[in-house]
């Protein structure tokens, strides 16, 4: 963290100390309330379990645009014309910001750390000093890198497409920059690599040569695990599912969808999913759905955490708040045994009505404390004996006898046949929603202290 030498007082942040957790009776806006990193849950930290990292573009490079006018922010660290200088400042307040939040990852994209050349041989060295840049902070205050990956989206020459673009000289100028964020990525220690599809999709199905684009996209991402593998990445590949949004259809349109694709073309073993909140929900699924979809395929790799306006279909990218979502994305991050090497990156932008320097913590404080809250309640709740029942009680004809017989793939169709014949009409039993519905609430009310 920059700091003036003769007052002490960083940089960017001037006036925010470092946050600290002061439990639930406090009403500092600048201080985590259920958020404690070393406090034990399951035998491990909060820390260790909750793996949060702060996002480098909508933090450090967002302005609060929108289609309908410009940025409404400012800020100090994007004020310099020189694109060098300006990075260097961003960067700075970007780990100036890291540990005044007490936050241990961060994630980027190539062109949000460093900046686009006028040729693929400039752009690799403007990444690479960026590189050099984040390595020294990274040892000065032991952040690490959740994730890094490669911008494919906003260029006007990926218009068409990435990987996927119909155009084979696109798809040179998307590897050429997916190997330098892989060389990026490893060089600061990164734990995964992301691939959000932003373009890869389509606009008009009826110019489309939908079978090749997938093809292609299937090639692209082989050719990127062999690479991403030979110069020495142990981490995990993530696919980000999305529905839509920049393109009317994207190919890994939600979590089943893409643990079909991974399966199909045996990219299984290396690849698991990045399951985002507003994502899922621009599918029509719950937050906690595509969660559960991925952790049952053995394919949960991490969390892109914040949530969409329930009111409104678009991609809002808001803080997560809700204790509701938070609860219930914990309870299948708990019973599947935690992220790994995965995370909660919280993939979410402050509104543009939010200009105050103070909002970015204020937000960030307010996410991690939705998921401290989530994490503690819902533990509690999977730890009540009557979860399991309700759920998994439900199942118990296949425990043994003629339904585990079924299961194991000993009864064919006649075999079924006669015992539907011998057994009558099946008695029915209650599904007991409401019931499960009401455990959970009161585990909520009762709180996280
Ligand atoms: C876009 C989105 C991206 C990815 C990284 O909706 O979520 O920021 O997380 O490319
Ligand atoms: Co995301």
Same mark, same amino acid.
């Given at each position: 963290m920059t700091r003036n030498v003769h007052t002490g007082e960083t940089a960017y942040f001037p006036g925010i100390p470092r946050i600290r957790y002061?439990?639930?009776?406090?009403?500092?806006?600048?201080?985590?309330?259920?958020? =404690? *990193?070393e406090r034990e849950i399951r035998g491990r930290s909060m820390e260790d379990h909750l793996r949060f990292a702060v996002c480098y573009w909508h933090t450090f490079c967002a302005t609060g645009a929108d289609p309908f006018g410009p940025g409404t922010r400012a800020p100090a660290w994007?004020?310099?014309? =020189? *694109?060098?200088?300006?990075?260097t400042d961003r960067i700075d307040a970007a780990f100036e910001f890291f540990s005044k939040l007490n936050v241990p990852h961060w994630c980027f994209h190539d062109f949000d750390l460093a900046w686009e050349g006028a040729s693929v041989a400039e752009s690799e060295k403007n990444l690479e000093t960026m590189v050099g840049l984040a390595q020294e902070r990274q040892k000065a205050t032991g952040m690490k890198l959740l994730w890094g990956t490669a911008n494919l989206f906003s260029h006007p020459r990926y218009?068409?497409?990435?990987?996927?673009?119909?155009d084979f000289a696109v798809v040179t100028r998307a590897a050429a920059q997916v190997k330098a964020a892989l060389d990026a990525t490893v060089a600061l220690g990164g734990e995964n690599y992301v691939f959000w599809g932003g373009r890869e999709g389509y606009a008009c199905l009826q110019t489309t040569d939908t079978r090749r684009e997938l093809e292609h996209f299937a090639t692209f991402l082989h050719q990127a695990r062999d690479y991403g593998r030979s110069i020495g990445f142990e981490g995990t590949f993530l696919i980000e599912p999305k529905p839509m949004e920049p393109m009317k259809h994207q190919y890994d349109f939600d979590a089943q969808t893409v643990i079909g694709f991974l399966r199909h073309h045996g990219l299984a073993g290396d690849f698991k999913l990045n399951v985002e909140a507003n994502h899922a929900t621009l599918a029509g699924h719950s937050f906690a759905h595509d969660l559960r979809m991925a952790a049952d395929a053995g394919l949960l790799g991490s969390i892109d955490a914040n949530r969409g306006d329930p009111q409104n279909g678009w991609d809002t990218d808001q803080f997560p708040t809700d204790l509701y979502d938070t609860v219930h994305a914990m309870m299948v991050v708990l019973e599947a045994g935690g992220l790994g090497g995965g995370g909660l990156n919280f993939d979410a932008k402050v509104r543009r009505e939010s200009i105050d320097p103070e909002d970015l913590f204020i937000a960030h404080i307010g996410g991690m404390d939705a998921f401290a809250r989530g994490l503690i309640i819902a533990d509690r709740i999977l730890a009540d004996e009557r979860t399991s029942a309700l759920r998994f009680g439900r199942y118990e004809s296949f425990d043994d006898g003629d339904g585990k017989r079924f299961e194991n793939g000993e009864l064919d169709l006649p075999a079924l046949r006669n015992l539907a014949a011998e057994n009558g009409e099946p008695a029915q039993r209650s599904g007991k929603q409401e019931l499960m519905e009401n455990l959970i609430n009161d585990y909520i009310v009762r709180g996280a202290a």
């Amino acid at each position: 963290m920059t700091r003036n030498v003769h007052t002490g007082e960083t940089a960017y942040f001037p006036g925010i100390p470092r946050i600290r957790y002061e439990g639930p009776d406090s009403d500092n806006p600048l201080a985590f309330k259920a958020y =404690d *990193p070393e406090r034990e849950i399951r035998g491990r930290s909060m820390e260790d379990h909750l793996r949060f990292a702060v996002c480098y573009w909508h933090t450090f490079c967002a302005t609060g645009a929108d289609p309908f006018g410009p940025g409404t922010r400012a800020p100090a660290w994007a004020a310099k014309p =020189d *694109p060098l200088a300006r990075a260097t400042d961003r960067i700075d307040a970007a780990f100036e910001f890291f540990s005044k939040l007490n936050v241990p990852h961060w994630c980027f994209h190539d062109f949000d750390l460093a900046w686009e050349g006028a040729s693929v041989a400039e752009s690799e060295k403007n990444l690479e000093t960026m590189v050099g840049l984040a390595q020294e902070r990274q040892k000065a205050t032991g952040m690490k890198l959740l994730w890094g990956t490669a911008n494919l989206f906003s260029h006007p020459r990926y218009m068409n497409g990435a990987a996927t673009n119909p155009d084979f000289a696109v798809v040179t100028r998307a590897a050429a920059q997916v190997k330098a964020a892989l060389d990026a990525t490893v060089a600061l220690g990164g734990e995964n690599y992301v691939f959000w599809g932003g373009r890869e999709g389509y606009a008009c199905l009826q110019t489309t040569d939908t079978r090749r684009e997938l093809e292609h996209f299937a090639t692209f991402l082989h050719q990127a695990r062999d690479y991403g593998r030979s110069i020495g990445f142990e981490g995990t590949f993530l696919i980000e599912p999305k529905p839509m949004e920049p393109m009317k259809h994207q190919y890994d349109f939600d979590a089943q969808t893409v643990i079909g694709f991974l399966r199909h073309h045996g990219l299984a073993g290396d690849f698991k999913l990045n399951v985002e909140a507003n994502h899922a929900t621009l599918a029509g699924h719950s937050f906690a759905h595509d969660l559960r979809m991925a952790a049952d395929a053995g394919l949960l790799g991490s969390i892109d955490a914040n949530r969409g306006d329930p009111q409104n279909g678009w991609d809002t990218d808001q803080f997560p708040t809700d204790l509701y979502d938070t609860v219930h994305a914990m309870m299948v991050v708990l019973e599947a045994g935690g992220l790994g090497g995965g995370g909660l990156n919280f993939d979410a932008k402050v509104r543009r009505e939010s200009i105050d320097p103070e909002d970015l913590f204020i937000a960030h404080i307010g996410g991690m404390d939705a998921f401290a809250r989530g994490l503690i309640i819902a533990d509690r709740i999977l730890a009540d004996e009557r979860t399991s029942a309700l759920r998994f009680g439900r199942y118990e004809s296949f425990d043994d006898g003629d339904g585990k017989r079924f299961e194991n793939g000993e009864l064919d169709l006649p075999a079924l046949r006669n015992l539907a014949a011998e057994n009558g009409e099946p008695a029915q039993r209650s599904g007991k929603q409401e019931l499960m519905e009401n455990l959970i609430n009161d585990y909520i009310v009762r709180g996280a202290a």
